[in-house]
């Protein structure tokens, strides 16, 4: 009989929690709206691929083997010129302006060195302010010169190792690919850990907190009162946001979704627990916001969302480990993409489990013996 009435109480709890949430317009707008305007923000304007570099040609051959070389590296679709010259000076400020990024040097009896096998020089110069773009569009540069040289002396001996790169997962290398699966992850903790931290202090503001504690509520029925509307809806923002993912951005999912709901319920109740905490630590909404998003950029910074871990010093990269964001971000990019399994991914499970059940409970117990204090 006692435990039909705590779930009863729960349940009107959590009743009154979603009456409450959907009451404004604006919360409305901030659980749907803002998670999908947010992921296609990252999945247009997060991106690593290299297009259209802005490139700036010095042909001093000026023959119709340079001008293919141009074409060619015009027709790959990853650079662009802007400029053409015989002045040096003239490519230099191009760079110094930021109108080219790229500077492409091909130089006299360029033609005539490639016909008759003698090695032969171009030059490539970046601009390496950003030196991700640099980097990236140095190795498709290095691929495009390569490739049309090959073509050109077909008659020479070939090279003792025929190297054939394919790439396993993601075969077309699309930043787009990666990220997407990634804001997930970050959609998710703003919605669970934000909103849940803050719908606890509002309830301390207005004064009804105090009321709730006094009520046949216990402080445990009242945090699975507070909780579970956000875990739902946190849910709910998954499906809404992976439909987008697969249905609006074409990213494959190779995995399993019984796995992904499992890692993504795990991963709430960290996103809750952390939530829970910092409202037993705040005594304004503002306090709560501000403490939220000091837990949230450091954890989404050290996750691997778009560095690598690996590049990481190794300091932060043990502090990783205990980072849930981290996690759960590794089993979503490798259910989207590889289509991974328990068998290796378990790790990363077992790890939002410990973390998950740990966090919410030590949260939970500080916040009961807040409200008995």
């Given amino acids: 009989m006692s435990v039909r009435a705590s779930l009863e109480r729960i349940r009107e709890m959590v009743r009154k929690e ?3 949430i959907f009451r404004d317009p604006r919360m409305r707008g901030v659980l749907f709206v803002a998670p999908l ?3 296609i923000a990252f999945g247009y304007a997060v991106s690593t691929d290299v297009r259209d570099t802005t490139t700036f040609v010095i042909d001093a051959d000026r023959t119709p083997a340079s001008r293919e070389l141009v074409d060619t590296f015009t027709a790959s679709g990853y650079f662009r010129v802007v400029g053409r010259s015989q002045r040096p000076a003239d490519l230099v400020r191009a760079l110094d302006r ?3 990024v790229l500077g492409l040097v091909i130089p006299t009896d360029f033609e005539r060195d490639v016909q008759s096998g003698r090695p032969t020089k171009v030059q490539l110069l970046f601009d390496g302010t950003n030196s ?7 190795g498709y540069a290095g691929r495009i010169v390569q490739s049309w040289a090959a073509r050109r002396a077909p008659q020479r001996t070939p090279p003792g190792v025929d190297l054939r790169a394919r790439a396993w997962f993601n075969p077309n290398l699309e930043s787009r690919t990666y990220n997407v699966p990634a804001v997930i992850g970050a959609i998710l903790t703003l919605i669970c850990l934000v909103l849940t931290s803050l719908a606890i202090v509002r309830e301390r503001e207005i004064g009804t907190l105090e009321q709730l504690m006094v009520s046949p509520l216990t402080p445990g029925e009242l945090i699975l ?7 739902l809806i946190g849910l709910a923002d998954l499906g809404l946001i992976t439909a987008v993912a697969l249905l609006w951005f074409h990213i494959p999912y190779k995995g399993s979704v019984p796995l992904l709901l499992l890692a993504s319920v795990l991963y709430i109740l960290s996103a809750l627990g952390v939530g829970l905490f910092i409202s037993t630590i705040s005594r304004t909404q503002q306090e709560a916001f501000m403490s939220a998003f000091l837990f949230f950029m450091p954890t989404l910074l050290l996750s691997g969302f778009m560095f690598p871990v690996t590049s990481m010093p190794a300091v932060f990269q043990w502090l990783t480990l205990i980072n849930p964001v ?10 989207f993409l590889k289509g991974a399994g328990l068998d290796a991914l378990w790790r990363q499970f077992l790890a939002l489990f410990l973390m998950g059940t740990g966090i919410l409970w030590l949260a939970a117990d500080r916040f009961r013996r807040r409200a008995g204090g």
């Fill in 132 to 138: 991700n773009v640099a980097t990236v569009a140095q």
């Fill in 98 to 100: 930021g109108d080219a």
């Fill in 326 to 335: 981290r996690h759960y971000m590794e089993i979503v990019r490798a259910l």
């Fill in 37 to 39: 305007l947010q992921l």
């Fill in 18 to 20: 979603f009456r409450q």
């Fill in 225 to 231: 009162g507070k909780t579970i509307p956000f875990a």
